[in-house]
């Protein structure tokens, strides 16, 4: 089983970056998906998640309005819209998977994906 995180890269305060993360090994739509982040100096933090079929998400505070979650079943991929980007949303991103999306919000999914680097400059 593998996660691809890709997308990260240098972007204006105030900008946007789309995050995809392409999964393999096993059947998708049987996992809830999540993305996570670690900036520097700070431990890794629970950013977004989404069920199974898409029906449902979570997000951390800081983020809601400004980044959505969403998974194309189809092709085997989650993707994090980040809009309105500030400098602290500057971290390391990281896909991750779990069969509960419970699991994923508290942080404690079954699988870690690469991360993607996503820096913010003021």
């Known amino acids: 089983v593998q996660l691809q995180a890709s997308g990260g890269g240098l972007v204006q305060d105030g900008g946007s970056l789309r995050l995809s993360c392409a999964a393999s090994?096993?059947?998708?739509?049987?996992?809830?998906m999540g993305w996570f982040r670690q900036a520097p100096g700070k431990e890794r933090e629970f950013v977004a998640a989404?069920?199974?079929?898409?029906?449902?998400?979570r997000y951390t505070g800081s983020v809601k309005g400004r980044f959505t979650i969403s998974r194309d079943n189809a092709k085997n991929t989650v993707y994090l819209q980040m809009n309105t980007l500030k400098p602290e949303d500057t971290a390391v991103y990281y896909c991750?998977?779990?069969?509960?999306?419970?699991?994923?919000?508290?942080?404690?999914?079954?699988?870690w994906g690469q991360g993607t680097k996503v820096t913010v400059s003021s």
């Open positions: 090994g096993r059947t998708f739509s049987d996992y809830a």
């Open positions: 989404i069920t199974r079929s898409g029906d449902s998400t």
């Open positions: 991750a998977t779990d069969r509960f999306i419970g699991r994923l919000s508290r942080g404690s999914p079954e699988l």
